[in-house]
């Protein structure tokens, strides 16, 4: 059975693989035995008879991954960023929101109105053309804004918070996005945009960093490589899928694209397919390695950069602790540089070009959030796997006098040892 179900996984990421880095006949041929292989293993557990037991041990091992985890959960003292009081109360909140962002939130949950029955002031982007958004923000501001909040998506978002760090004024997110990946980050309800508004009467504040990519401020992370080469395309808007699909192949056997070199602190990657650069680490509890940020007030990057040019570094993702193809350290700097005088970027999904090299950083705790005092807030991070403090929970006596390791934030202490 485990023979079977390893096959199978091996064989199921491998034409995945060749899925994304193959066209035409070949990629569809991929895609059958993606689809394939799982449906060959229930088949032969069937008729061996083995089907149930295949489940119930599947569900075994879920029950003792979920309980290993809670057993290993970190103190929340190392994981909960520190509130602080939201004192003064803002006399002059000033909110820009986007009412086509989120598909329409700003317009569904009734936000402008609600924002001005709290006292703020509401700039509508409603013109059909671009908006300069910073420039609103700095308007507000020398007009006696005391308060900067934004309805908007990320991109925007990092905007207005580059101008409220820079006044050092409280910034309001009001999750009105698409995704709202800052919002999840800060715990705030990202089903209820206009809860974020009680900010204003009953908050707390929360001092949280800021990237910067080439001088651009960035509250999530910022892109090089293939994923900011296919935002960069004129069809991409109109259809995600089918312009990622078709430029993937020529961007993973390198046919198109710069050649990207990132340096950080004494570590160098050479030739990486793409790389991700985030404000503060995020946690590695999946293959990608791209989770939820734990913290955003360390002072670090998360540095991620992925390197697969076969089937056989596709399968080395499997292997956790050692994978050939996926690359992660953190650093408070880290240089992208490449062999053409420019190259696409990705600033929290906004598409921009940036001349060579980007030098990107971390201002520690620049940026000071008001948050509603009840909100959902943040999930707390999945602990790694640790055997041997996890053996000494459930036999004490086996570690008698030794002293357990202490359960560290994922993200927190990544090194670059896989680099090596």
Known sequence: MLAVGMASVVISVAAAFWFLASRGVRRWMAFGLLVASPLAVIVVFAFARLLWVAVASGAAWLLAGFSARAALAPDPAKWQMPEYPAEPPAARPFFIMNPRSGGGKVAKFDLKRKAEDLGAQVFLMNDPGPVDVAEVARQAVAEGADLLGVAGGDGTQAVVAAVAAEYDIPFVVVTAGTRNHFALDLGLDRNDPAACLSALDDGVDMRVDLGSAGGRTFVNNASFGAYAEVVQTSAYRDDKVGSTLDLLPDLIHGHRGANLTARADDSIICAPQAVLVANNPYGTNDVAGLNRRARLDRGELGITAVKVGSARQAISLLHRSRPTGLMSLTAPAVTIDADTAAIPV????????????????????????????????????????????????AWPSLSKGQRPPTTTVPGASDTASNLK
């Open 346 to 393: 990705g600033i929290d999904g906004e598409a921009l070009t940036m001349p060579t090299p980007v030098r990107c950083s971390i201002r520690r705790r620049a940026l000071r959030v008001r948050l509603p005092r009840n909100r959902p807030g943040v999930q707390p991070p999945a602990a790694p796997m640790d055997w041997a403090r996890l053996r000494g929970l």
